[in-house]
């Protein structure tokens, strides 16, 4: 909502009040109030500007009650005014009423948009190479604080905060790290992709890739930036040097069906972005190399090219791999051949929700049981006897699941104080880290010792809080927990002895990301 002086305030109410058909009895005309209150910080047409995207799908997370909060009382660290004084409350549920109804038509979002939506800082080549700062930039983190929407550059040896930021409003998905630490991707639900240099402390390019975007991946060697979007159906490829748009990839089956996309990852030794659909039964690998592997000609997409540059025709050529049902969420292995997958609204009788697909047989090749709403995106792997294991969290249900990742066979399911979101851990320790992130444990933290896949001690870090998401230091000795609450923390761990080290605060820490864990792709973390 808007930031109108009180005087345009005071006059636009009165306005309104002495509209004709407009008094205290008529029904508030939502359109109105919003072209007058709201429309100058998130647009005429929803779509955002200053304030976020008023749109069904980018407030899914609000709910109708929480809007009406929200618009009368603000919230923590906004720029928004409270309006309680200014709307009545048949009005405030008038406009929410209306953010909540889809738009007749989305407005186009394609390159012509994107690329006039990009904001270039500092073009590349400008600024020094070497950091502001004395830092092993391998043990650097960077923590997301959803609380006032900023992010802390954070040293992982002192744990001293080097530098805090703001970012774009409601960040979601990991920010990524390239180019051996020197810059950081982050992507915002509302589409903006912003790319950091850690260097210099500074931001140098911004572009909206889409409208409503889930996250976004980089190519293993610092070109490319692959971003994934809800709204409209696309894939947007970017240039990672100053994020300019390459294409626009319409996510559609060819016969007149279009998806959302559920979300992307690098395939680093294929060269490839890997894609999830969420309404095409299809996993989508769209490879970037200069020389795509013979088996992809067969395979290209019609995709626009509508850049007009040199990279644009450049191939990208996509493999569209036939997939069981529609994949909402998935993990990568670590030799990047297999997808596992699931599909979260389709359980079936005996709770076969996830599937393995092959990347080189180019199918599915196994059903996975798994009940409840596996967390695959933040699943990680160990050894465990002869073996490797995939472990899971839950969102749904109470357990943490363990796979064979050989016979594809559930071996053990580790019952919870409740369904839990992330799960961690690191090549250096023995134990892997699960939140409890939903439900009245949600101020605990499980510790599983990965041998005997039992759970060895559970933390309560904050009684009351939510504690959540846990990421390893560089050398695995040290394990932060962010404490995600408005008046929250970051709570560093000794790794082995699970005493506490230290606490800073922080405002509604979410996720932390080491540079070094991210970019040599530890088995303990995500990619
Ligand atoms: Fe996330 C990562 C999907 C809700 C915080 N989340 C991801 C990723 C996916 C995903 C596919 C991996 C992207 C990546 O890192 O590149 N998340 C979903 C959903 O489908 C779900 C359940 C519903 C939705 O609203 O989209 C969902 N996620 C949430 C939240 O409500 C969380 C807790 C708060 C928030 O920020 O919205 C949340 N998701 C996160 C975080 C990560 C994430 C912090 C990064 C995890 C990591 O360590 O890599």
């Not at 909060?69 to 209306?98: C, G, H, K, W, Y």
């Not at 979300?263 to 890997?274: H, I, K, L, N, P």
Request: glycine share 6%; hydrophobic share 40%; proline share 6%.
């Amino acid at each position: 909502m808007i930031h109108a002086k009180h005087s345009c305030i005071l006059s636009v109410t009165l306005l309104i009040l002495f509209l004709p058909g407009m008094n205290s009895v008529a029904a508030p005309d939502a359109a109105l109030l919003y072209a007058q209150y709201c429309a100058e910080c998130h647009s005429a047409d929803r779509l955002g500007a200053v304030g976020p995207a008023l749109l069904p799908q980018n407030l899914q997370r609000l709910s109708k009650d929480s809007a009406v909060s929200v618009i009368q009382n603000s919230r923590p660290a906004s720029q928004m005014p409270p309006f309680r004084d200014i709307l009545n409350r048949e009005q405030i549920e008038s406009l929410v009423e209306l953010i909540y109804t889809p738009l007749e038509q989305l407005p186009p979002w394609g390159m012509e948009q994107i690329l006039a939506s990009r904001i270039v800082h500092h073009k590349p080549g400008t600024l020094a190479d070497k950091p502001l700062f004395e830092a092993d930039i391998d043990n650097l983190f960077v923590v997301v604080e959803l609380g006032d929407h900023h992010a802390t550059l954070l040293n992982g040896d002192t744990f001293e905060p080097i530098h805090r930021f703001a970012t774009r409003f409601a960040l979601h998905g990991g920010p990524k790290w390239s180019e051996n630490g020197r810059y950081i991707f982050f992507a915002s639900r509302d589409g903006w992709i912003s790319k950091f240099d850690v260097f210099n402390l500074t931001y140098v390019a911004e572009v909206r890739a889409g409208i409503n975007t889930r996250n976004l991946a980089v190519s293993h060697d610092g070109r490319y930036v692959m971003v994934a979007n809800y709204l409209p159906h696309t894939l947007t490829l970017l240039d990672a040097k100053d994020l300019r748009p390459i294409k626009v990839i319409e996510a559609t089956d060819g016969e007149g069906h279009s998806s959302r996309v559920s979300a992307v990852y690098t395939a680093d030794a294929r060269e490839s972005f890997v894609v999830a659909l969420k309404d095409i039964p299809e996993v989508w690998e769209i490879n970037y190399a200069d020389d795509p592997p013979a088996g992809f000609a067969n395979w290209v997409h019609d995709y626009r090219k509508d850049s007009g540059d040199a990279a644009a025709n450049k191939q990208f050529p996509i493999l569209r791999i036939p997939v069981k049902g529609y994949l909402d969420d998935f993990f990568l292995t670590q030799e990047y051949d297999r997808v596992i997958g699931s599909s979260r609204g389709e359980t079936s009788e005996q709770g076969e929700t996830g599937q393995v697909v092959d990347l080189d047989l180019k199918r599915s090749v196994a059903k996975l049981t798994l009940p409840g709403m596996p967390h695959l995106s933040s699943a990680i792997t160990w050894q465990y006897q002869d073996r490797t294991v995939l472990a899971t969290p839950n969102i749904k249900k109470p357990e943490v699941t363990i796979v064979d990742m050989k016979s594809w066979q559930v071996i053990k399911r580790i019952p919870t104080k409740g369904p839990g979101f992330f799960m961690r851990s690191h090549e250096q320790s023995r134990y892997a880290w699960v939140d409890v992130f939903f439900g009245p444990n949600k101020d605990l933290m499980h510790v599983i010792d990965k041998q005997t896949l039992e759970i060895v001690k559970t933390l309560n870090p904050a009684p009351g809080k939510t504690s959540a998401h846990v990421e390893f230091t560089k050398d695995g000795r040290y394990a932060l927990v962010s404490v995600w609450d408005e008046d929250g923390a970051l709570v560093v761990y000794d790794a082995e002895t699970l005493l506490e080290v230290k606490r800073l605060p922080m405002k509604k820490p979410s996720g932390k990301y080491n540079a070094y864990n991210k970019l040599t792709r530890s088995s303990g973390t995500s990619h």
